[in-house]
């Protein structure tokens, strides 16, 4: 009998090796996401100025902690950001995936000023809940928009299209409502 002591198989091990990379990794792209922020704030800041709507419900910082959670996520949803990767990593094509790259960031920030600010001023509204129609019926949903964008990505065959022709009816939609172009 054999009393060789038990080991673990190999993939079992590598998962604290694989957990670890993907945090350094994690820390590394929210640092550039965050700086990409942070390099936009003074155009955030012009938005939040501009509608007098805002002003009278919702503190700058109130409305700066609401475009954080947009492109970082909050309360089930994954972030702007987040999502943006997801998409991309479906787009094979270098020269395709800066052009949706530059797409996604574009109507990013054009969801993103709308979305962030108080239920009473915004434009977009954040999920198709029965409550949420009830209260801001008439607004496109940024779950929505995020659902079509994920469709798109799961029919794209590597070279963006079905995802830039998401983005185009999803900025159609914004010029329904108004929403400023960036």
Not at 75 to 96: C, E
Not at 138 to 160: E, V
Request: charged share 20%.
């Amino acid at each position: 009998m054999s009393t060789l002591p038990y080991r673990a198989p190999r993939l079992l091990r590598a998962i604290p090796i694989a957990f670890v990379i993907f945090l350094i990794a994690r820390t590394c792209c929210f640092a550039d996401d965050a700086a990409t922020l942070d390099s936009w704030k003074d155009s955030f800041h012009t938005v939040w100025q501009a509608d007098s709507c805002e002003g009278e419900w919702q503190t700058w910082n109130k409305y700066w902690g609401q475009v954080h959670a947009f492109y970082f996520g909050a309360r089930g949803y994954a972030g702007w950001f987040a999502n943006s990767q997801k998409l991309l990593a479906r787009v094979t094509d270098p020269t395709a995936n800066a052009a949706v790259a530059a797409q996604l960031a574009s109507l990013g920030r054009r969801i993103g000023e709308e979305w962030a600010k108080q239920d009473a001023c915004r434009k977009v509204r954040t999920s198709d809940t029965f409550m949420e129609r009830a209260t801001e019926g008439g607004k496109p949903a940024l779950l929505d928009w995020q659902n079509q964008l994920d469709k798109a990505a799961a029919a794209d065959s590597g070279d963006g299209a079905s995802i830039e022709a998401a983005i185009k009816a999803i900025n159609a939609q914004l010029d329904t409502i108004g929403a400023a172009p960036v």
